[in-house]
């Protein structure tokens, strides 16, 4: 039985994984809809196996997923996640997840998840496979989302969703002044001249949701 790291955005989701998880056998350790804190538990926890969902708010799994590799980390990662975009699958593999699950799946394919990368092996859900090979066969063009870093993405998504320069600042720990250089900078980089269009490109590479914006 493995032990096992959850960080989902939704407390409800948390609850129904740790339900079908421990009623496997499997014990978890620990939980957060945060990357920082996410983090900050898998260090002092060391998990064997960490379910990581994509979409955090204004954050993204990706930032946990980046650390973990840098970090060569010991947790194996799986995402369990709605995106069933190829580059989101293809961005998650090369990072160095060893599973990839589409929310909506039965449980027992989270549990054949857990199973399969605790043993070293990968798993990749139903369909996810098609998506994983059309994403490594897309280039990463200059001027698209998939070319930015995570970083670069996560201030996106808080430019898109009315966070002031102030506000990120102090998320980022950056100077107003430093964020407005750093949107600028994005949204040449992007070709984008105003913040509706940002929103739309946005929704449109998978970034945020509709609802979201």
């Known amino acids: 039985m493995s032990d096992i790291y959850l960080v989902d955005d939704h407390a409800m989701m948390r609850d ?19 990357p920082t804190q996410a983090l900050a538990d898998i260090l002092r926890l060391s998990p064997g196996v960490l379910l990581l969902d994509l979409h955090l708010g204004l954050r993204s799994g990706f930032e946990v997923l980046e650390q973990i590799q840098k970090r060569r980390l010991g947790t194996r990662t799986i995402l369990l996640t709605m995106s069933a975009q190829p580059r989101h699958v293809a961005e998650a593999m090369r990072l160095g997840a060893q599973g990839y699950v589409l929310k909506g799946s039965p449980s027992r394919e989270v549990l054949s998840a857990v199973e399969a990368v605790s043993q070293g092996r990968k798993h990749l859900g139903t369909g996810v496979a098609e998506l994983a090979v059309e994403g490594l066969m897309q280039d990463a063009t200059p001027g698209s ?15 898109v969703n009315g966070m002031t320069s102030v506000a990120i600042g102090e998320q980022l720990h950056l100077s107003p002044k430093t964020v407005e250089s750093y949107r600028s900078r994005l949204m040449a980089k992007l070709g984008v001249s105003d913040l509706p269009a940002l929103v739309r490109l946005a929704i449109r590479e998978g970034l945020i949701s509709a609802d979201d914006a």
Request: net charge negative.
């Open 16 to 34: 129904g994984l740790r339900a079908v998880l421990e009623g496997a056998g499997h014990r978890v350790v620990g939980e957060s809809d945060q």
């Open 145 to 159: 989302i998939e070319s930015l870093s995570a970083r670069e993405q996560q201030v996106i998504r808080m430019v």
